[in-house]
């Protein structure tokens, strides 16, 4: 990447202008739609929309709140924490009470973090775990009771519509598409976009050709086959397995809009994995967010970190800086979800997306406020709703 291509993409930046935790509690009940259409339990004294959007995944509990700011958006507070919500789901079919009090914690901080900011409307999501748990419904009923906040659990396809409305503006202009990767704690899902059409205000809207969620993702791979001491042949057999799940898709998706492979076509990944591979590429002593959000790899230098994960020990996973004790028995596991879909796609680039869920919904949310003013995109028929990305 050089030092200008971050700047590509004004108004996508979550690393801006973050602010310490604040201390102030309350009880509205954050998160449900009033009749007027306004999010109930939220009031702004500063003159002006405070949007908050908030990502409950099987991994982590990750908040972004922001202001419309150009044709963009300015984040002014975000939290992000590992809660392994679903940690050990995939055995018992139920979120332990560890985890559970783990993401009430967690969402406690958030909570206060809208109040404090003044937050007019938000979108609280969850995703796999709640959506696979025997007690989700349980669990987001104590959350709506202790915290105040009504959690939605969304589906995979709005998933994948999310992740790609928040990651179309790192699409290269010059390319003829993208894979649109998204590596998540229990589920991944792969989206096959078209270049997106001039939007006249605000970031481009994605026009989707195609897309699946597999039912995998980082924690749930790494249960089945072990985290810790990764073998060659193991992480084989992880790579195989998800391989053989994305072989339909990639089939009908693998071409170009010719029909002349994937020329033209370049990779776009979103997840812990992919930015953990850019911080490992760049050599980065401690994570930037500033060189990572939309660095290009060449696959060269993918196949030389992924060699170079693959052969380290469980400790010296915990000891680099880019993985850490958090994520030292899962990044192989995304390693080989990552290169089952790079063998069944095999690009020459990759873009590195520090982005996901949350961009997507405040994107969404704005451009039904009509934050950007009338303008729309020129001839784009891939999306509908005021940004909500139509999936076929």
């Known amino acids: 990447m050089t030092s200008g291509e971050a700047g590509e993409t004004p108004g996508l930046d979550p ?5 310490p935790l604040g ?3 309350g009880e509205p009940r954050w998160g449900r739609r009033s009749p007027g259409g306004r999010e109930a339990g939220f009031g702004n004294d500063r003159g002006g929309p405070t949007y908050a959007a908030l990502d ?5 509990c990750r908040l972004l709140v922001a202001r419309p700011a150009g044709d963009g958006f300015r984040v002014v ?3 992000s924490r590992i809660v392994r919500l679903g940690e050990g789901i995939s055995a018992s079919g139920r979120l332990s009470e560890a985890a559970i009090d783990r993401s009430i914690e967690a969402l406690e901080i958030c909570r206060n973090k809208m109040r404090n900011r003044g937050v007019t409307r938000a979108r609280l999501i969850a995703t796999e775990a709640c959506r696979a748990a025997e007690n989700g419904a349980e669990f987001r009923a104590r959350v709506s009771e202790k915290l105040g906040l009504a959690l939605e659990v969304i589906d995979r396809e709005t998933e994948a519509a999310l992740a790609a409305t928040s990651c179309t503006p790192l699409i290269d202009p010059e390319a003829e598409g993208v894979v649109l990767f998204d590596i998540g704690g229990g589920s991944s899902e792969l989206v096959r976009l078209d270049r997106s059409p001039r939007c006249n205000r605000g970031p481009p809207l994605p026009r989707i050709r195609g897309w699946i969620s597999l039912p995998h993702g980082v924690v749930t791979l790494a249960e089945r086959h072990g985290g810790h001491n990764v073998t060659r042949d193991t992480y084989e ?3 195989a397995e998800v391989a053989e799940l994305i072989a339909p898709f990639a089939r009908e998706y693998g071409q170009g809009l010719h029909g002349e492979g ?3 076509v370049h990779m776009l990944g979103t997840s812990g994995t992919v930015t953990t591979i ?3 590429h760049l050599d980065l002593k401690r994570y930037d967010r500033n060189r990572i959000d939309g660095c290009w790899l060449e696959a060269g230098d993918i196949d030389a970190v992924l060699e170079r994960l693959v052969a380290m020990s469980y400790d010296e996973r915990v000891a680099s800086p880019c993985i850490g004790a958090d994520r030292a028995d899962l990044v192989l596991a995304g390693c080989a979800i990552l290169e089952a879909i790079r063998r069944a796609f095999p690009c020459p680039r990759l873009r590195v997306a520090d982005r996901g869920l949350r961009e997507g919904m ?4 704005m451009r039904e406020d009509g934050a950007w003013g009338e303008g729309g995109a020129d001839g784009a028929d891939g999306a509908e709703g005021g940004g909500q990305a139509a999936l076929s």
Do not use: K, Y
């Open 15 to 19: 690393a801006i202008d973050r602010v």
């Open 23 to 25: 201390e102030s509690l």
């Open 56 to 60: 409950l995944g099987t991994n982590n």
């Open 77 to 79: 507070d975000a939290f």
């Open 237 to 239: 057999a992880m790579v």
């Open 262 to 264: 994937l020329h033209g």
């Open 278 to 280: 850019a911080g490992v």
């Open 362 to 365: 405040l994107v969404q949310m």
